[in-house]
């Protein structure tokens, strides 16, 4: 079983409430979301592994289980073609749940006019997959938002 752990502290809120219909469907599967505190910050590894995806604005870790994790951070943040994030490993790295993957700051995001929300995915995953699903309440970096089996 991996847990997956929170890459940002602020509130979970559930995919059901990100603003965009591919997250809050679960087309790009199951998971949850968190609305991050605004100001600097830097979001981290929620598991341990290997990253294979990596963009400024969004990445993903597949851990040894074979199990891809993708962070998503801010909606429609693709649009601000890296403006306001810093990449701080390489594609290809092996990193360390709770490891610094990106520097940003969901106050500018918010003020390029986008929603700073991270939807928290596990990829190719059924939703039965998935236990202890947190859709609510005060997370910290490192918290657990869910299981997968």
Not at 48 to 62: Q, Y
Not at 111 to 135: F, M, N, Y
Request: with cysteine; charged share 20%.
């Amino acid at each position: 079983m991996t847990s997956v752990t929170s890459p940002v502290a602020g509130r979970a809120i559930g995919l059901t409430a990100v603003p965009d219909p591919v997250f809050s469907g679960a087309m790009v599967g199951p998971g949850t979301a968190v609305d991050p505190e605004r100001g600097p910050a830097e979001a981290v590894s929620p598991v341990s592994g290997v990253i294979v995806s990596l963009h400024p604005h969004a990445f993903v870790v597949v851990d040894d289980e074979g199990h891809g994790v993708l962070t998503h951070l801010g909606i429609d943040t693709v649009q601000l073609n890296g403006q306001g994030f810093e990449l701080l490993v390489h594609k290809g790295d092996t990193v360390q749940r709770g490891q610094s993957v990106v520097r940003w700051n969901p106050t500018e995001v918010e003020e390029a006019g986008k929603s700073p929300i991270c939807p928290v995915v596990a990829l190719e995953a059924t939703g039965d997959a998935l236990s202890s699903v947190v859709e609510s309440g005060d997370v910290k970096v490192g918290d657990t938002l869910f299981d997968w089996r």
